[in-house]
């Protein structure tokens, strides 16, 4: 029998951390620190703009914000919290300008940084994202999220040296920040790293017993090297924490694929559909173990639902074109493997070439 593949479903966590601050009235401290300069009135109409932002009332929020920083423009909380305003009603230009004007008060104020740092993000600016949330950094060199959030930019763009140098300053800034040791062992992984991502995910699951992306991560790495038993055990976790998580049970699936268990492998296949009929991977799992238990009939039945489900589904008529081909129905293989190859799938396209299908 010919070679066929399976196709992988693997995650990668992570999460978006962008700085979020509650907005809230003056501490005590704080007021006493300004009062000696901030009329009572000021203080006043400030906390009403607080009040009047907490109820989503934006415009008349704006408007107290206006207030006090025409009575006292040095104000950088006036500044701040008028420029998540002007966010919350689409006024990005006012709003950078407010961030910038509040940092340029108070240095120090790292979450107006991560503010304009958002702001170049929605504009798709990588370059000055990143700038001014290095800047936070300097403002708040103990906040991991910063350089946790720098990280995930450069994932997500290919850069993975830069991205492990934040993580790695993120893992310095918090040793016990679960997520920057799953996405630094994601890295290494992608690097061919096995036995540091292996590290990174066991550190991150000990960190977090609740993550079931940490578990379907360290449960891949062990499917890398062969280790199919840690595997298996790793996303049977996965699959323990949240029951309903197909994705780490189609994953343990082919872990049993990959030891020979077929029969267990086809469990796994039946049990991801309970949960997600319209999975057109798990359908193409099942017929990969069909073809290897020599049941051609089942593959291509199980390949018809995968395609029905994904018509663009390149190695679902790759399967089905070797199922064709071991029933002798050699037009048929010949069809799927052209389709197959169209799609992308280069082993289809070196089937197409090597064999009769120009006869057709």
Not at 122 to 127: A, F, R, S, V
Not at 300 to 312: S, T
Request: proline residues 2%.
């Amino acid at each position: 029998m010919r070679k066929h593949l399976l196709a992988l479903c693997i995650l990668v966590g992570s999460t978006s951390l962008y700085a979020q601050d509650e907005i809230k009235a003056l501490t005590e401290s704080e007021l006493e620190a300004i009062k000696s300069q901030m009329p009572l009135e000021v203080e006043q109409q400030y906390n009403e703009g607080i009040a009047l932002f907490q109820q989503k009332n934006y415009s008349d929020a704006i408007q107290k914000f206006s207030s006090v920083i025409e009575a006292f423009p040095n104000f950088d909380l006036a500044h701040y919290y008028r420029g998540k305003a002007y966010v919350e009603t689409k006024q990005f230009d006012l709003a950078q300008s407010d961030f910038t004007k509040s940092t340029e008060i108070n240095p120090k104020n790292a979450l107006a940084f991560m503010e304009i740092a958002a702001i170049y993000g929605q504009k798709k600016d990588t370059e000055n994202e990143v700038k001014y949330i290095s800047l936070a950094m300097q403002a708040e060199p103990t906040n991991a999220n910063f350089p946790y959030k720098a990280a995930l930019i450069h994932f997500q763009n290919g850069n993975l040296e830069e991205a492990l140098t934040f993580l790695n300053a993120s893992i310095t800034a918090d040793p016990k920040f679960a997520s920057a040791y799953n996405d630094r062992g994601s890295i290494f992984k992608e690097q061919g790293k096995i036995d540091e991502a292996i590290a990174d995910y066991k550190k991150a699951s000990e960190l977090d017993k609740s993550s079931k992306i940490v578990y379907n991560n360290l449960g891949t790495a062990y499917r890398k090297k062969g280790q199919f038993d840690l595997a298996i055990q790793s996303y049977t976790t996965a699959a323990t924490v949240d029951k309903n998580f197909y994705l780490a049970i189609n994953n343990r699936g082919l872990a049993k694929y990959e030891k020979g268990d077929y029969a267990g492998a086809l469990a796994d296949f039946d049990m991801v559909l309970q949960l997600k009929p319209d999975y057109a991977f798990a359908f193409n799992n099942k017929a990969s173990v069909y073809l290897k238990q020599e049941k051609y009939a089942d593959a291509i039945k199980a390949c018809d639902k995968a395609i029905q489900l994904n018509a663009d589904y390149g190695v679902a008529y790759y399967n089905r074109g070797i199922a064709y081909e071991m029933l002798r129905e050699s037009k048929k293989s010949c069809a799927d493997w052209s389709k197959a190859a169209e799609l992308g799938i280069d082993a289809a396209s070196s089937y197409y070439s090597n064999s009769e299908c120009y006869n057709f």
